[in-house]
């Protein structure tokens, strides 16, 4: 189905969702209320105890901390500001998610943590399309890899295989990437 001229809530409602580079919350809610905006929203919408339900099952499943979801989003930390994003995108009961840089910012230990959740989401049935600059995070998640290089395609294919092709190398690590990738 063509979707470029679509309203956002009608893509939501098809099952595609998004989050973006840059946290977008609405920053005076609490974390709970921003999800339980977007279950109101969506299509899985029902009476307000199943919907609030609903909002406590998304962010269980990004594994927002229970002792924050009074917080104003405003407030959170980075990582949980990210937890949240992915949680109100899980509250449209999506088939297919585009995560457009979530490593954007994090720590490596929050990187890590990421992984984990997007794995959780892919494992429970949604599909995801990953845009990330974070190379070891796309591999250890990707089931298939796209590299890209000015709008181009560089190599697509099992992650473990477009890493070592010399037109990846060459384009993410320059000379010192040919150097290292024939050393080991």
């Known amino acids: 189905n ?3 001229r679509m309203p956002p809530h009608q893509i939501c409602r098809m099952g595609l969702t998004r989050t973006f580079q840059r946290e977008t919350t609405f920053p005076g809610l609490s974390a709970f209320d921003n999800v339980l905006v977007a279950i109101e929203h969506s299509k899985t919408a029902a009476g307000q105890r199943e919907n609030e339900m609903l909002s406590e099952q998304a962010l269980d499943i990004v594994g927002f ?3 924050m979801h009074n917080i104003p989003a405003e407030t959170l930390p980075l990582f949980n500001r990210k937890q949240l994003m992915l949680a109100g995108a899980l509250a449209f009961s999506p088939r ?3 995560l ?3 490593a954007s910012s994090l720590t490596k230990p929050e990187i890590e943590k990421l992984k984990k959740i ?3 989401i892919n494992q429970g049935g949604v599909s995801i399309l990953l845009i990330e600059h ?3 995070l796309l591999i250890d998640v990707s089931q298939r890899l796209l590299i890209l290089n000015h709008g181009k395609m560089l ?3 099992e992650p473990d295989k477009v890493i070592k092709e010399a037109s990846v190398i060459e384009a993410y ?3 010192q990437g040919k150097e290292n990738a024939t050393t080991s």
């Open 96 to 98: 297919l998610i585009l």
């Open 155 to 157: 190599s697509m294919g």
């Open 2 to 4: 063509d979707i470029t």
């Open 118 to 120: 997007i794995i959780r």
């Open 65 to 67: 901390p229970k002792t």
């Open 134 to 136: 974070v190379l070891a």
């Open 100 to 102: 457009d840089e979530p």
């Open 173 to 175: 690590l320059g000379n």
